[in-house]
């Protein structure tokens, strides 16, 4: 690596020669651990232009460093830092006085954070079960890196360099409207989306532009954590709503609800999948009780069993459903791009309130990501993932059941994952935690119940694990178990 000339600066109060404080300038760098043995100093030259004093000066300077071997030299290559140049000293950091600052009182807010952390290490367990995890196995590394590089070419500079201010990328909104809406049934303008920073920031601008203290939410129970902890920064009322085997009851919601928040085509996280029948009585309910409805509909591409039931924003007549979209599951997690789809009057203040906060998502990935869509690269992303989950799910659901093991929820379409209960309703904490140390990774499912107690729950993904793993991981995760946490299938 090379010191550039740029980190030196003469000192007009030094007192002494030229030469001596470039010496001291190079000594303390190294004495402080900045200039590294094997670093590469500026050319005489460089050096000499750069600070304005004559190259004999610089010169001087090297030489007298190198006789008390804290440089070398290699010929016509240039001046290095000495391997046998004096180490920094390793000082003990000066121990903070007592802070008079009382954070408790200080911070207006105390962010609710509902842990669903995975390792961040999960890739080196054998038997990762986890959920939501890109495999590079299906990801299409090189035509994204081709999308990538389209967008950073001259025709582009201006998506990728210019302040967009409140606006989206046209080109991939282009996109969004006449090739990922139209598979969900939705008609759309360009005035009703907004991309986003993936779904959760979509379900964050909702909340924030639909809630106050005064007013009620309600949410399926189980759910998704991160939801919960948006709806707890409002301050809202927070109604649980406990879901069946065909999501959320239309006739359970409360009657002074003002906005649901729901996954009614795979539920978060047992993945039950709201009916036809049950769909129309929600939007029934919500018309007459004057209510409105967000829709986080994730994994719909991921239909391999059989077509994904039509959004609930698709039935929607009277312009009370919200619909939460985003790329994460079908790309991958890291991309965080999402998007809206409302009413213009929705749209337009969420924009705004967007805007505030951050401007725009960066330009370079909105046109990236528009590319991918535009050269055909997304379907065939998507292909991929579904015949690989198809099969992965064939594997799954035959180890589960020659193990007996008890599924609490399936999805009736395809995803990634199962949902999973111990058979005597026992704790799986202890499971989860005696499976990781054998190189097994699963989720618990105290999370989804807003806490970190008992539960009999635990989620299974297959998004990240290899089909030729999966039997094996089942195995270890039924040979753990108690025989009372497993059914009798003898």
Request: include cysteine; proline fraction near 7%.
């Amino acid at each position: 690596m090379a010191i550039s000339e740029e980190t030196f600066f003469l000192d007009a109060r030094f007192q002494g020669t030229l030469q001596s404080q470039i010496q001291q300038m190079i000594a303390e760098g190294i004495l402080s651990g900045r200039f590294r043995p094997g670093e590469k100093l500026p050319s005489t030259r460089k050096l000499a232009r750069h600070l304005g004093v004559s190259r004999i000066t610089v010169t001087l300077a090297y030489n007298e460093l190198q006789a008390n071997d804290y440089l070398t030299s290699a010929g016509r290559s240039g001046y290095y830092i000495s391997q046998n140049a004096p180490q920094p000293p390793h000082l003990k950091p000066t121990p903070k006085s007592q802070s008079s600052v009382d954070w408790s009182r200080a911070l207006s807010a105390r962010i609710p954070v509902t842990s669903l952390a995975k390792p961040s290490d999960w890739r080196s367990y054998r038997y990762p079960f986890v959920y939501g995890q890109a495999d590079p196995a299906l990801f299409d590394q090189k035509s994204w890196r081709l999308c990538a590089l389209q967008s950073l070419g001259s025709r582009e500079f201006d998506s990728l360099t210019a302040d967009h201010a409140d606006r989206d990328d046209p080109l991939l909104v282009e996109f969004i409207l006449r090739h990922i809406l139209p598979r969900r049934g939705i008609a759309a303008s360009p005035e009703e989306v907004l991309i986003t920073l993936g779904a959760q920031n979509g379900l964050w601008i909702a909340a924030q532009l639909l809630l106050t203290q005064r007013r009620r939410a309600a949410i399926e129970y189980p759910f998704y954590p991160s939801l919960r902890d948006i709806l707890e920064l409002t301050r809202c009322s927070v109604h649980e709503v406990p879901v069946d085997h065909d999501g959320l009851r239309p006739d359970a919601l409360p009657e002074d609800t003002d906005v649901m928040f729901i996954t009614p085509s795979h539920q978060c996280p047992t993945n039950a999948t709201m009916p036809l029948a049950r769909r129309q009585a929600l939007l029934e309910r919500a018309s007459r009780d004057n209510m409105l409805i967000v829709e986080d509909d994730y994994e719909f591409e991921l239909a391999f069993l059989r077509p994904p039931s039509p959004a609930l924003k698709s039935l929607d007549r009277d312009d009370r459903v919200i619909y939460a979209g985003s790329f994460s599951k079908s790309l991958f997690p890291g991309l965080r791009l999402g998007f809206l789809v409302g009413p213009e009057p929705f749209i337009r203040e969420a924009r705004a309130l967007r805007a505030a906060l951050l401007r725009h998502p960066p330009g370079q990935i909105q046109r990236t990501t528009a590319h991918f869509l535009r050269l055909g690269h997304y379907d065939a992303q998507v292909r991929r993932m579904s015949r690989a989950f198809q099969s992965r799910r064939i594997e799954i659901d035959k180890a589960v059941s020659e193990h007996g093991l008890v599924v609490a929820g399936a999805g009736v379409f395809g995803g990634s994952s199962l949902w999973m209960r111990t058979a005597d309703h026992s704790d799986a904490a202890p499971l989860v935690e005696e499976l990781r140390h054998k190189g097994v990774l699963i989720e618990p499912g105290a999370p989804f119940f807003g806490h970190t107690g008992a539960s009999p729950y635990f989620r299974l993904a297959y998004s990240s694990i290899p089909v030729e793993r999966i039997a094996k991981g089942i195995e270890i995760i039924a040979d753990t178990m108690a025989p009372s946490q497993k059914l009798d299938i003898n």
